[in-house]
């Protein structure tokens, strides 16, 4: 039995060293030689995302009672890290896939978790996490979609936005507010589980209305879906009857994890800028020598190794906490902050010290530039993150 | 059905080798890896045993210091079992003695198939495999690419220089296997955490009933007289093209045998 602490199951280092170096294996000979060519003309990368399955990482956070790799927070987000320096698109294959297994997982009952939980923890069921609207995304409480009951069913009428992994999924972990919830605040918010055939024509009442072009994180979709009087069964709303209600505050408990993974995709991004222009700085000769021997550039490569470092520590320390059962909002909301600002602005060292070349298709460089701001917007803005850390060191007065 | 697949673990290419300068031996005190060219057997293997519907794929190994990293990588990629010899006594083993030791190892698994790597990617002498079926009076073939079993058969696609001979013979066999020939699977994260449960033989020379004077430096008859520094790369040879380029291209690859 693996050392159990605050009921996380501690996966053993030597283990996580041994999955990390099999990943990293993948990721340079597979991923990082050929991200690009599905990148740039917006294609789904199918032979990745089944190796991704054959390395159990559609259930690298599922409890392994239902299959899943159970690993401990650390070692997801090392795992999200190395994703990430190759390809930042594929943590997000998994990424919201997980929060939906995290919802049916913390609060579904137990017929939902053998129902759903097995087959999403092999990938042959995907999982995608609907919370933003057109109208409402940081404020998420201010959400329209909405759910009325009908005997024994549900019947829900709403657009969702942002919706990624919406195509090939075929579960949805929906929030959508029933009647008895006032609009103003969050009351009502419930969390339904929707099942849908994967791909473009959904059916009954379910469609992707839209699928969004994106500045980056490009390969895999991210659609707008309606929902037109489609019917659930009541078994379907997450938690039984006490799940009423409760939908707004469960999303957040599992994007609180989220933000742990968004950081240390912001660390792997940051990483794979910081090699590219260390790399290149070291061969690209102007005035006579290295352009690394240019004062300018030395001290901006000693800028972005020190950022990069200290993002990593913030991302680790969190994930640490969030292991050991500590409270993690401030953590986490931290780490959030900081490594995706990092990401972003050493993607953009990166290409000043590639010059021209920073900007060309040919060099990687410009695929991080494009994919970093994703981690300033998603799973709750740098603003936001300022807003959760001010109120946990104010939360005294 | 049981295979068995020699699995070499080697210092990590990767990193800056060296050599003892008082016996000329590589230095093998860090941790030790999967010999690439051994991961092509292993794959080999595990689709056989897939294929039949059933067996088992064991690994036999030599390696100084009771080192098992390599072999966990094997068994993440789903071989059921090992046997480890490790023993001070085998320091400075020719090729012979180590296919002595590897042969007593294997001779306890009673296994219908053998399979190797053609050579090994740090001592690439290319010679234990067969030295192990002398050694246990089994027939082998050699660079395989193709291995099917058919009942007590054996039948292999042999590689050639011009394409590949169809040859076979009676089991128990053994047969090395060309590197590249298959695709070695990425071990799955939960074949990784099952790696650690599995079982380890770990076996010392008189555990396998050796004696010390046919092995180790002591029953080596090879010895490494000399070492010299590889040569400098020279520059290539730079062709100008006056019309006749592609010709001169041609020549020089049908001089190398690639066209
Ligand atoms: C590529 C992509 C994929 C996505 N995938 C998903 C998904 O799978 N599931 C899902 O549910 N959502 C997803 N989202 C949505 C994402 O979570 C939202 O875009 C995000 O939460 C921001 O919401 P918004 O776009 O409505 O911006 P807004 O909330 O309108 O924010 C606009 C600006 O106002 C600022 N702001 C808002 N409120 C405050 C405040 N109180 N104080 C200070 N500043 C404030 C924001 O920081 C921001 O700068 C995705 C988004 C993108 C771009
Ligand atoms: C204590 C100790 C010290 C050693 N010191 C040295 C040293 O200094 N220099 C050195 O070259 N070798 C050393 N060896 C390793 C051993 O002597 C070599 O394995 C042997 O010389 C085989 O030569 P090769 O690599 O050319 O094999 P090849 O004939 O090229 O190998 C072909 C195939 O045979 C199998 N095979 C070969 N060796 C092994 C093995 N050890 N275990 C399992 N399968 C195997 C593999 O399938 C391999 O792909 C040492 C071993 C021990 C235990």
Same mark, same amino acid.
């Given at each position: ?15 996580? !060293? ?10 340079? *000979? ?70 939906? *297994? ?8 137990? /017929? ?39 005997? !024994?069913?549900?019947?829900?009428n709403g657009t969702k936005m942002w919706v990624t992994n919406g195509e090939k999924a075929g579960v949805v972990a929906l929030l959508a507010r029933v009647p008895d919830g006032e609009e103003e605040n969050s009351g009502g918010i419930t969390c339904f589980i929707v099942e849908k055939t994967p791909g473009s024509e959904s059916g009954d009442g379910v469609s992707i209305s839209r699928k969004i072009d994106k500045l980056g994180y490009r390969g895999l979709e991210t659609v707008e879906m309606s929902y037109v009087d489609h019917r ?29 993974? +968004? ?5 792997? +991004? ?32 000693? /800028?972005? *190794?020190?950022?990069? /470092? ?12 969030? !292991?050991?059962?500590?409270? +993690? ?10 490594? =995706? ?18 900007? =060309?298709?040919?060099?990687? +460089? ?15 803005? =740098? ?13 005294? !007065? | 059905?049981?295979?068995? $697949? ?5 210092? %990590? ?16 005190? %860090? ?5 690439e060219s051994d991961s092509y057997g292993v794959e080999m293997a595990l689709q056989l045993v897939e294929g039949a519907g059933g067996g088992e794929v064991s690994l036999v190994s030599m390696a100084p210091n009771n080192e098992v990293s390599g072999l966990r990588t094997a068994l993440a990629m789903g071989a059921e079992d090992a046997i480890l010899v490790s023993d001070n006594a085998l320091a400075g083993s020719d090729a012979l003695g180590t296919a002595r030791v590897l042969a007593a190892a294997i001779s306890r698994l009673s296994?219908? @198939? ?23 009076? #089994? ?9 099917? #079993? ?24 053994? $047969? ?15 074949? #990784? ?14 555990? @396998? ?11 080596? &008859?090879?010895?490494?007289? &000399? ?28 001089? @190398?045998? #690639?066209?």
């Amino acid at each position: 039995m693996p050392p159990l602490r605050n009921g996380v199951v501690m996966t053993d280092i030597d283990i996580a !060293d041994e999955m990390l170096a099999a990943l990293k294996n993948w990721v340079e *000979a597979e991923v990082i030689p050929h991200a690009s060519e599905f990148e740039l003309p917006d294609e789904y990368p199918t032979d990745m995302a089944l190796q991704m399955a054959d390395f159990g990482l559609f259930g690298a956070t599922i409890p392994s009672e239902f299959g899943g790799l159970e690993l401990d927070n650390m070692t997801y987000a090392r795992v999200i890290e190395e994703l990430s320096r190759g390809w930042m698109s594929l943590a997000g294959i998994i990424n919201s896939h997980l929060i939906c *297994a995290k919802l049916i997982s913390k609060f579904g009952s137990d /017929e939902q978790k053998l129902k759903w939980l097995p087959s999403m923890a092999t990938g042959e069921l995907r999982g995608c996490f609907s919370l933003s609207e057109p109208d409402s995304g940081s404020d998420a409480g201010a959400l329209r979609c909405r759910a009325e009951r009908d005997g !024994d069913e549900w019947v829900i009428n709403g657009t969702k936005m942002w919706v990624t992994n919406g195509e090939k999924a075929g579960v949805v972990a929906l929030l959508a507010r029933v009647p008895d919830g006032e609009e103003e605040n969050s009351g009502g918010i419930t969390c339904f589980i929707v099942e849908k055939t994967p791909g473009s024509e959904s059916g009954d009442g379910v469609s992707i209305s839209r699928k969004i072009d994106k500045l980056g994180y490009r390969g895999l979709e991210t659609v707008e879906m309606s929902y037109v009087d489609h019917r659930l069964n009541h078994d379907q709303l997450l938690g039984g009857d006490n799940g009423i209600g409760n939908g707004l505050r469960w999303a957040l408990s599992a994007l609180e994890l989220g933000r742990i993974n +968004v950081a240390a995709r912001g660390v792997g +991004v940051a990483q794979a800028a910081y090699d590219a222009a260390l790399s290149y700085a070291k061969e690209r000769e102007a005035f006579g020598r290295p352009i690394s021997q240019h004062q300018a550039i030395a001290f901006k490569l000693a /800028e972005m *190794a020190t950022k990069l /470092e200290a993002a990593r520590l913030l991302t680790y320390e969190a994930a640490r906490k969030a !292991d050991a059962g500590e409270r +993690v909002d401030l953590a986490a909301g931290m780490a959030k902050l900081f490594a =995706s600002e990092t990401a972003s602005e050493l993607a953009l060292d990166a290409m000043r010290i590639h010059g021209g070349n920073g900007f =060309s298709t040919e060099y990687p +460089v410009e695929r991080y530039y494009r994919d970093a701001p994703l981690m300033i917007i998603g799973e709750g803005t =740098s603003e936001i993150q300022k807003l959760v850390i001010s109120r946990a060191l104010l939360a005294d !007065d | 059905m049981k295979v068995v $697949v020699c699995v070499k673990q080697i210092p %990590d290419p990767a990193l800056p080798g060296e050599l003892d300068p008082s016996t000329n031996y590589l230095k093998r005190d %860090d941790k030790l890896i999967l010999d690439e060219s051994d991961s092509y057997g292993v794959e080999m293997a595990l689709q056989l045993v897939e294929g039949a519907g059933g067996g088992e794929v064991s690994l036999v190994s030599m390696a100084p210091n009771n080192e098992v990293s390599g072999l966990r990588t094997a068994l993440a990629m789903g071989a059921e079992d090992a046997i480890l010899v490790s023993d001070n006594a085998l320091a400075g083993s020719d090729a012979l003695g180590t296919a002595r030791v590897l042969a007593a190892a294997i001779s306890r698994l009673s296994p219908d @198939l053998v399979l190797a790597g053609v050579e090994s990617s740090d001592g690439y002498t290319g010679t234990v495999p067969e030295m192990i079926a002398g050694v246990l009076d #089994i027939p082998s073939i050699t660079f395989a690419k193709q291995i099917e #079993i058919d009942g007590n058969t054996v039948k292999v696609q042999r590689q050639t220089e011009a394409g590949y001979d169809d040859v076979e013979c009676q089991t128990p066999a053994l $047969v090395s296997v060309t590197a590249g020939v298959v695709e070695p699977r990425y071990p799955s994260f939960k074949g #990784i955490m099952a790696a650690k449960k599995k079982p380890v033989e770990e076996l010392d020379l008189s555990a @396998l009933g050796l004696d010390e004077s046919s092995v180790g430096q002591s029953g080596a &008859r090879q010895e490494t007289v &000399r070492v010299t520094e590889a040569e400098e790369r020279q520059a290539g040879e730079v062709i100008e093209d006056e019309g006749d380029a592609h010709e001169k291209i041609v020549e020089f690859l049908g001089e @190398l045998k #690639i066209v």
